[in-house]
């Protein structure tokens, strides 16, 4: 499975973003995608995730009620819309792959780098 991260950018505190994960290749032996970030000298962060089949979602205490994780599956594509942005959301923000529901993330994308002004 490949993964694509797009949509991020520079953006004033309190604005929005929506990033997106494009999968290709054995997309089938995807069962879910996770959406990650990692700050300047921070560890890399959990934020949501979304299964394929049934859209099942789960959110890290830190994405909940701003950011919203949702699939488009005829697209392969994964979105992360985040809003009411801040400037400790700056981070370089990446989307990965679960093969099964152990959620251990075998396949990562590039990252795209997201930047809040103050």
């Known amino acids: 499975v490949q993964l694509q991260a797009s949509g991020g950018g520079l953006v004033q505190a309190g604005g929005s973003l929506r990033l997106s994960c494009a999968a290709s290749?054995?997309?089938?032996?995807?069962?879910?995608v996770g959406w990650f970030r990692q700050g300047p000298g921070k560890e890399r962060d959990f934020l949501a995730d979304?299964?394929?089949?049934?859209?099942?979602?789960f959110y890290n205490n830190s994405a909940k009620g701003r950011f919203t994780i949702s699939r488009d599956k005829a697209k392969n594509t994964v979105y992360l819309q985040m809003n009411s942005l801040k400037p400790e959301d700056t981070a370089v923000y990446f989307c990965a792959s679960a093969s099964d529901s152990s959620y251990r993330y075998d396949y990562w994308g590039q990252g795209t780098q997201v930047t809040v002004s103050s």
């Open positions: 290749g054995r997309t089938p032996s995807s069962y879910a």
């Open positions: 979304i299964t394929w089949r049934g859209g099942t979602t």
